[in-house]
């Protein structure tokens, strides 16, 4: 079992940046493949970015490609969302996940553990 908590959100202006991170506990974190999803008010909870156990693969929602940057450092048990050119349509509250899925798995159901999320909010 892994507990996580993300932290980093914020208000920022359009076309600023933000990096959000995720900190589990536990000695297993690298055997989680790591996503980050988000919900913004009145929406369902979507996928934004996942990266394999590795760090050898990486899948991206089309809305952010090019955009945001998803890392992790196993040795720090943390998983990062680099957010760049950001736009007002990415507010949401921002969730990382724990899945024991060998790959960069974009499906919500394959996501085992979930953290508390954390808010962004870009102001035109």
């Known amino acids: 079992q892994v507990q996580l908590v993300e932290s980093g959100g914020g208000l920022v202006q359009a076309g600023g940046s933000l990096r959000l991170s995720c900190a589990g506990s536990?000695?297993?974190?690298?055997?989680?493949?790591m996503g980050w999803f988000r919900q913004a008010p009145g929406k369902e909870r979507e996928f934004v970015a996942a990266i394999s156990r590795s760090d050898s693969s990486t899948n991206y929602a089309d809305s952010v490609k090019g955009r945001f940057t998803i890392s992790r450092d196993n040795a720090k048990n943390t998983v990062y969302l680099q957010m760049n050119s950001l736009k007002p349509e990415d507010t949401a509250l921002y969730y990382c996940?724990?899945?024991?899925?060998?790959?960069?798995?974009?499906?919500?159901?394959?996501?085992?553990?979930w953290g508390q999320g954390t808010q962004v909010t870009v102001s035109s």
């Open positions: 996940a724990a899945s024991y899925s060998d790959y960069a798995t974009t499906r919500q159901t394959r996501y085992d553990y």
């Open positions: 536990g000695r297993t974190f690298s055997r989680y493949a």
